[in-house]
């Protein structure tokens, strides 16, 4: 698994498994690493942050920026592990911990107002006035039970987003 052009083995693959959770199967494993080796164009063992953005729905995608600071530089193991948060079968808490990192772009472990008003300006871009933004944030931070002062920790997250009832599903093709 050193180099992007080796082969993987059933051990690689069944280690790639146990990192991810076993949210894939050995076969999707070895689809991710068909993907992984064709955007790691120099055989590197790893992606750069221009590789990541050849693949058209993740330059489109309006938190392109900010997930690259995500996935720049991942080697085959963690790319897997990126990917596995938006797994059918992946638990909301995954899925909520991901959407947390996103929000905390300066890692600090807390998203702060002005944290969240980013991502909210990149989501919206022109359609909404910097006025609307923060109309629309301080009212949703009010009706969960915080202010603009607030900053919320990952457990801030879980409890909000859990509760919710959200969906969270994005397919990753595999094949």
Request: net charge negative; glycine share 4%; with cysteine.
């Amino acid at each position: 698994m050193g180099s992007a052009s080796s082969m993987l083995t059933q051990y690689d693959i069944e280690e790639v498994q146990e990192h991810c959770h076993n949210l894939f199967s050995q076969q999707e494993i070895v689809s991710l690493y068909q993907r992984f080796c064709q955007l790691d164009r120099n055989a590197k063992g790893f992606i750069s942050a221009d590789e990541f953005l050849s693949v058209p729905e993740f330059a489109m995608n309006p938190l392109s920026q900010r997930l690259l600071k995500m996935v720049d530089g991942l080697n085959f193991k963690d790319f897997v592990a990126f990917l596995s948060a938006f797994s059918a079968k992946a638990s909301i808490q995954q899925k909520i911990e991901l959407i947390f990192k996103v929000y905390d772009s300066d890692c600090n472990g807390k998203v702060s107002y002005n944290d969240i008003l980013e991502v909210l300006r990149d989501l919206s871009g022109s359609f909404m006035s910097d006025e609307q933004r923060e109309q629309v944030l301080t009212q949703l931070l009010k009706e969960a039970g915080f202010s603009r002062d607030s900053c919320l920790t990952l457990d801030d997250f879980i409890k909000v987003f859990g509760k919710s009832g959200l969906k969270l599903e994005v397919e990753v093709p595999v094949d």
